[in-house]
């Protein structure tokens, strides 16, 4: 079965420190992943996903195959930072049909 | 722009009554998504519309569960025979192409209650 793990449930970090949010990732093909965020208050969003290599707010995700790991960093954590994260992964069926699962989230907190 | 919107926000129902959930998607978004929250939980996937058609409803958790796209545009989620265990948030996403690595931009949710 396909799956996407996220180990922790709360992450607490002072603002400032470094940042890196678990994600491991359970699939037979060739994975795309997802980080999506959800502020206070706010709807879910996209972050970033791992095909585009790209930094949105500071925030990197390295796919990393051998370890089945797809984990969310920045390197100095600010309080505006502080949302539930939750890593996502996409399923590519037979016939070509598509579509994502997502892990149960992180509460990253941030202590000024 | 509009984003995606989702009515009612807030929905409480005894248990065995039949609710109906709406999305209104993002104007000319091709795929839509429903998901199901627990509390504590990431959204689970239901079921998934391009335009009028339902390509994948293996994610409903039973027949109860009933969703339709009958133009293409706004969506409707009804529950039939509410349970306490389908209280949760039900996410509605869009996205402009029609595959679901596209980005999907949600909407609200509306959160359930079954008494």
């Known amino acids: 079965a396909q799956r996407v793990t996220q180990p922790e449930k709360l992450l607490s970090v002072f603002k400032g420190a470094p940042v890196e949010l678990k994600c491991n990732y359970s699939?037979?093909?060739?994975?795309?992943l997802f980080w999506y965020v959800q502020y206070s208050r706010q709807r879910l969003q996209l972050l970033l996903r791992?095909?585009s290599r790209e930094s949105i707010k500071g925030f990197t995700a390295d796919l990393n195959k051998g370890e089945t790991s797809f984990h969310l960093k920045k390197p100095f954590a600010q309080e505006e930072d502080s949302a539930m994260y939750y890593c996502?992964?996409?399923?590519?069926?037979?016939?070509?049909?598509?579509?994502?699962?997502f892990g149960t989230g992180t509460k990253l907190q941030v202590i000024p | 722009g509009a984003g995606v919107s989702q009515s009612p926000r807030y929905k409480v129902a005894k248990r065995g009554q039949d609710v109906a959930l709406r999305c209104d998607p993002i104007?000319?978004?091709?795929?839509l998504f429903w998901y199901q929250q627990a509390l504590g939980q990431g959204p689970e996937f239901l079921t998934y519309?391009?335009?009028?058609?339902?390509?994948?409803k293996s994610g409903l958790p039973s027949d109860r569960f009933f969703a339709e796209r009958p133009e293409g545009s706004v969506s409707t989620l009804k529950i039939q025979r509410t349970q306490q265990e389908d209280s949760a948030v039900y996410l509605c996403?869009?996205?402009?192409?029609?595959?679901?690595?596209?980005?999907?931009?949600f909407g609200p949710g509306t959160r359930l209650l079954v008494l």
């Open positions: 996403a869009s996205s402009s192409f029609g595959v679901p690595r596209e980005t999907q931009y």
């Open positions: 699939y037979s093909g060739s994975p795309e």
């Open positions: 791992h095909i």
């Open positions: 996502a992964l996409l399923l590519t069926y037979s016939g070509g049909y598509q579509k994502v699962t």
């Open positions: 104007s000319g978004h091709v795929s």
């Open positions: 519309f391009q335009n009028e058609a339902q390509l994948d």
